[in-house]
């Protein structure tokens, strides 16, 4: 295997968690919550998945485990900022903060453990391929789960009465509820789908791109998550993008560390938070004037009456 | 039936007081499940994380310590989340400010300057605090860019940055290859209150910050204008309140606080730069802040509270074996409480059986 072919690989399994975080919480934003929790949430996912791994020794199960985890969290935070109404902003830091805590509490036992990783896909001759063969169709079932989730998404948004009831709740809740949506309802659902979606992503970390457990490892994932979303001006199909292109830079700096450039590793480090701050200063200049964020994200609906 | 929210025709005055205490009985009572379900005594327990500290001196000289730099912290974060600027990266924020102050510490070492070292240690720290946090609060303003993410994107960025100069340029040479620069001189090192104690002089700064921000907020146009901006944006509009400028304005009064405590806890408590000089108290005074209702007086008594749950947590890793990772888990507990319970202010709880049903319309 060439250093171009692994690198490639490497970068799909990089993304691969970020786009699954990212996926929920597009979702979830798409229907008018903004939930700073992905981190905590990506947290618990990741110590739970690799605990039920390494229980039954199953990656499927894990990653039931790592979603079960992430919906539970999320179904707190919907119950603080949807039923009391609470401010998102305060209430997914909560998350955050309660989801670390808890993950270190859970993760304790596990630090020096290890799991067989998620086997990988092996189909003859075509896996075989040189370059593209093992990127196509020699990659773990989560990699090709998360394209599925994201193709089905931008189906469901953009073509389905599911995806219009969502945007509606989104935009205009005080329409949506007039109409007679239950919009607590639509955006609970949504929350929880999120967690799921984050506590995925995080178990992938334990199960499928390294098969053990350290603390804090999510390392900003759940916040690059956040602003992935925002870079992709919350469409799915520049979700994608965004994630191999943050997969990239997340993959090369440690590359450039290898080849030892002379500069400092903690700059090289540095740089995937770097970029998101850069994107995120690129991409809110250019749409300056016109912004295409979901018209009542952020904020909380309650009916009068 | 279920459940739904009810605006309150006026804010409840009796919730508003009781609030911070209810979220405290039922955090108390949360944890009573967990000691139980971690197969713990949970009078035990709880004794370790909230009574025990009390008991004696040392530990108490340990709580004002440690509540001295979430107190401060908190009180400018209370500044930005009135005025609605959510700064998220105080925990940057403060390292910047350590780093910076450290920076003269580290160059004046063993060359005696004289008495003019620590001010402009503290003053050095409070800019690049400051400076650090008018840079998500300039992206949003100038680009509309989202404070939060970039605030807390910066947090990673000033970790890295306090790793590489305390193992690169910064390091002891005589330290045996530990990460830390040397210690501080004596002219670089706070003074401290009481002789042989831990208690620091930083304690009075934050005493002055504590009484600053609640005069700027109470009696102050400034301090009127961002209460305005955050609980009434049209009408502030309406006045001609620059909610821009607020914006700079309460990152930098925040990041500058963030700073000095970062400064105050290497030159005081710790006496030299290492790679872990915050038990993340830029994050846990976001809980101080909102604990303490985003009011200077409120944010005194939450930060010793807070402050309470650390020396806890210290005390129950050695006498319960619990990691100190249950120290976040309390304080994560205790802020949705305090969220929770701030709710029951403008809204009441009603059941509701469904009588009517969601009619489907022309959708």
Redesign the interface.
Known sequence: MGLFEAILLSIVTASTPLLLAASGELITERAGVLNLGVEGMMLIGAVCGFAGAWATGSTAIGALCGIAAGVALSALFAAAAIGLAINQVAAGLAVTILGTGLAGLIGAPFVGENITAAPHLWLPWLTDIPLIGKLLFGQDALVYLSIGLIAAIAYVLARTRTGLILRAVGDDPASAHALGYNVAAIRTRAVLFGGGCAGLAGAYLTLAYTPFYAPGMTAGRGWIALALVVFASWRPGRLVAGAILFGAVSILQLHAQAIGLGVPSQLMSALPYLATVLVLVLISRVRRGGSVAPAALGTAFVPER | MS???E?RSERSVAIALLSPLLAITLTLLTLTIVFVALGKNPAAALAVYFITPLTDGYSLQEIAVKASPLIMIAVGLALCYRANA?N?GAEGQLLIGAIAGSGLAVMTHGTNPGPWLMPAMLLVGALAGAAYAL?PAL?KVR????E???S???V??AG??L??LVR?PWRDPAGFNFPTTAEFDPAATLPLLIAGSRVHAGLILTMIAVVAAAVLLGRTLKGFEIRVVGTAPRAARFAGFNADRLVLTTFAISGALAGLAGIIEVAGPIGRLQPDISPGYG?TA??VA?LGRLNPLGILASGLFLALTFIGGEQAQIALKL???????????L??YV??C??LI??RIRWRSPQRK??????
């Open positions: 459940l739904v929210l605006r959510w998220i840079i992206c680009f509309g860019a989202s939060i993410l970039i807390l994107m910066l990673y960025v890295l940055l790793d590489y690169g994050f976001i809980i909102f990691p100190q990772d249950m120290t976040g888990v309390i304080q994560g507990i802020l949705f969220l929770a701030d709710s403008l809204y969601a009619l489907h319309g022309p959708l």
